[in-house]
């Protein structure tokens, strides 16, 4: 079963930019929908992004035109670039991985998850 560990979480001021990415390892990452999920202090955890295994990708609202999630397969590694952060993209990120994926930004579809990465924007 696949194991993932994200990285790239840091502070930045609003209007910035930063790129997360979640290294796949123990299976073949072509094989899983993945997607970016993130958690506030005292709120759900929010779908924030999904690509399928045919590179079909889904965006919450709040980030469209914002962010880009991508995937190399090759490297197993999935990316999200969000750009033109605000104060309300805080929070801890999290990446998934799922096989049987209906509700791409639903968590309970996803059945691996990392540990997180902190991002934090200041304004």
């Known amino acids: 079963e696949p194991h993932l560990v994200e990285s790239g979480g840091e502070s930045v001021q609003a209007g910035g930019s930063l790129r997360l990415a979640c290294k796949v390892s123990g299976t073949t990452q072509r094989r899983y929908f993945m997607a970016w999920f993130r958690q506030a202090p005292g709120k759900e955890r929010e779908g924030v992004a999904a690509i399928a295994t045919d590179g079909t990708t889904t965006y919450t609202s709040s980030v469209k035109g914002r962010f880009i999630i991508s995937r190399d397969n090759a490297k197993k590694i999935l990316y999200l670039q969000m750009n033109r952060l605000n104060a309300e993209d805080t929070a801890m990120y999290y990446c998934?991985?799922?096989?049987?994926?209906?509700?791409?930004?639903?968590?309970?579809?996803?059945?691996?998850w990392g540990q997180g990465t902190q991002v934090t924007v200041s304004s």
């Open positions: 998934a991985a799922g096989m049987y994926v209906a509700d791409h930004l639903r968590a309970l579809e996803y059945k691996y």
